[in-house]
């Protein structure tokens, strides 16, 4: 399949490490494709849904002790544990590599080894990168499938003398204990083993687009982000793009595809994607961006027609269920689904689920991996080879009471301090206590590939090199009253604030200064056709100070607990002091 002497070296020793009975090369084919399935579903891999409801769908059941991503098996390997940080775990590469080669010692024997060439990015984009993943399993290659560019063109980009990052899996027994997701950024390479879950196994995504990515931006001058991209098109037809980031259990991917309320006839949003973006200094000295998946693998639980009809309907064909529930007419179910609960259905456990049991018919992170192209909402740009031009970042967070609906950073520099400081407290739907602020930097808290010091000082470092800045902001959908009810109906009338956002961009709109940065005038949020009190509005764009002189205590500790080896750039603690000097004022 290839002539690059790269390749060949590696999968020489890899071969001679894993003893497979055969190799397949994945060439992309669908004819290849639709083999792999059948052999799957006669395995008991995977089970074919109704394929005149949901036609090309299936159905897999990972085991039980493996069905998240597992943060604290997750090592950034360096040769010096100062370059992971604070932040990763950490194991000298030489240690990690023979604790690793021993698990791998000829866990393919018998088995089949599948070589994935793919790439991370659209075709022919200055972007994209390229990826060679081994696995032993056939759902590993089907998702690629969906989340990847993959195959001959894959092959034909690479070259004879092209680099790629080296990716291996093996599902080995599954076992937790010995279980690892392991990240050597200086030797361009991906281990995984013992498990068979989409973020453990998929190594396009998070360990290559995320912590791998992250790595050679800060090397190369770009950032690897975990951020939506999409696009609001205004009745005029011009269409601006902002990058989004947010905590789990914040709503990335329902923002990524809202549906504009009616007082806002004429605007559409645009998905570019819903979950990481690469982002490079463009011809204009701006920052463009890509989403370098090709695919969506979201949480199935809670999405619905209400909550987002266009990722339902991206799920309606060519897609691959995970641990969702199996109803009696070959379709599935989670819960929060539209229409009644079904009254039998086998759980995702593969045992017989009645709603009266009270137990959870489709396991909470059960996931859907579905084609970004099938999505309605899809942009026209999401195959740009020169990606979108971006004019605003928005972070966000789950907070009852500290941060307003939304603000504006004063400069790049402040962003990248809000950013860094971004929080969210814990939801039921998690374990552990409810309430306690997790604080979660840019969202990459377990994505950071390398120090999170220098993670920081790349931030200011790149504000340093883009001529044409996009202008940052914070958000929060999850301010609650004095009685726990939430003040801001989120969803899709999280567009109100979007379209503000975009105004503050092109210079539309005014904005008051406060402590925090440029806070909306209540008179510019559109309330139009929304039943909330003006008052109510005043207090969601208003700035509790005894809250934030908590909050800037909470970020010293922040701060301290994470910047024990003095990386942190000084211009953070210079934001921290400017910020407790304002709020004191
Ligand atoms: C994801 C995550 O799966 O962030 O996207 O955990
Ligand atoms: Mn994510």
Same mark, same amino acid.
């Given at each position: 399949m290839t002539n690059n002497a790269k390749v060949k070296a590696w999968l020489d020793d890899m071969v001679k490490l894993l003893a497979p009975e055969k190799i397949v090369w994945i060439d992309g084919s669908e004819a290849q494709l639709e083999e792999l399935r059948a052999i799957a579903v006669s395995t008991g891999e995977l089970i074919k849904l109704n394929q005149e409801k949901l036609p090309g769908c299936y159905l897999h059941r990972t085991a039980q002790n493996d069905v998240a991503r597992v943060e604290d098996r997750t090592f950034i390997c360096t040769t010096k544990k100062e370059d992971a940080g604070p932040m990763n775990n950490w194991m000298a590469p030489s240690e990690m590599y023979d604790k690793l080669y021993k698990l791998y010692d000829k866990s393919y024997a018998g088995k089949t080894m599948y070589v994935i060439p793919y790439m991370m *990015? +659209?075709? *022919? @984009? +200055?972007f994209s990168k390229i990826g060679i993943e081994l696995t032993d399993s056939i759902y590993v290659v089907l998702n690629m499938a969906i989340m990847t560019r993959i195959g001959e063109k894959v092959l034909a980009e690479l070259g004879d003398d092209g680099d790629f990052v080296k990716c291996l899996h093996a599902c080995k027994d599954v076992n937790p204990d010995e279980r690892y997701i392991v990240h050597f950024p200086e030797d361009n390479t991906i281990m995984s083993v013992n498990s068979a879950y989409g973020g453990n196994v998929l190594l396009g995504k998070k360990c290559f687009a995320l912590r791998i990515g992250s790595y050679l931006g800060m090397k190369e001058g770009w950032m690897a982000e975990h951020m939506l991209i999409l696009g609001l098109e205004n009745p005029q037809g011009e269409v601006k793009y902002v990058c989004a980031a947010f905590p789990s259990a914040c709503g990335k991917t329902n923002l990524a595809m809202l549906i504009p309320p009616e007082a806002f006839p004429g605007y559409k949003v645009w998905t570019v994607g819903d979950d990481i973006s690469w982002m490079k200094i463009g011809p204009d000295g701006g920052l463009w961006a890509v989403? +370098? =998946?090709?695919g969506f693998f979201g949480v199935?639980? *809670?999405? @619905?027609t209400k909550t987002n009809k266009n990722a339902l309907m991206t799920t309606m064909s060519n897609t691959i269920f995970t641990n969702v529930a199996l109803c009696d007419d070959g379709t599935v179910w989670w819960e929060g689904m539209d229409g009644d609960v079904p009254s039998h259905c086998i759980d995702w456990t593969g045992k017989e689920w009645t709603p009266d049991m009270g137990t959870k018919a489709a396991h909470p992170n059960s996931r859907f991996t579905a084609p970004a192209a099938q999505c309605p909402c899809i942009s026209s740009e999401f195959e740009a080879a020169g990606g979108v031009p971006i004019s605003a970042i928005i972070f966000g967070g789950r907070r009852e009471k500290a941060a307003p609906l939304c603000y504006e950073a004063f400069d790049w520099n402040h962003g990248t301090f809000i950013g860094s400081t971004m929080a969210s407290e814990t939801t039921a739907?998690? #374990?552990? #206590?409810?309430?306690v602020v997790r604080r979660d930097p840019m969202a990459m808290r377990p994505f950071i590939g390398y120090n999170v010091g220098d993670y920081f000082q790349h931030w200011i470092d790149m504000g340093g090199k883009v001529s044409k800045l996009p202008k940052i902001f914070h958000v929060n959908w999850f301010r609650k009253d004095d009685e726990g009810h939430f003040m801001w109906p989120g969803f899709g009338d999280n567009l109100r604030v979007l379209n503000w956002i975009v105004d503050r961009c092109e210079g539309k709109v005014d904005a008051k200064e406060t402590e925090l940065g440029y806070l909306p005038?209540?008179?510019?949020?559109?309330? =139009? *056709?929304l039943d909330i009190a003006p008052e109510t509005l005043e207090e969601l764009l208003s700035v509790d100070k005894e809250v934030w002189l908590n909050e800037v205590k909470l970020i010293k500790e922040f701060y301290a607990q994470f910047d024990t080896d003095g990386r942190f750039p000084k211009e953070l603690y210079d934001q921290l002091a400017a910020l407790e000097a304002r709020l004191n004022k």
């Open positions: *990015g +659209p075709l *022919g @984009s +200055p989403n +370098p =998946e090709a199935a639980p *809670g999405t @619905s739907a998690a #374990a552990g #206590a409810v309430g005038y209540a008179k510019d949020i559109n309330v =139009e *056709g």
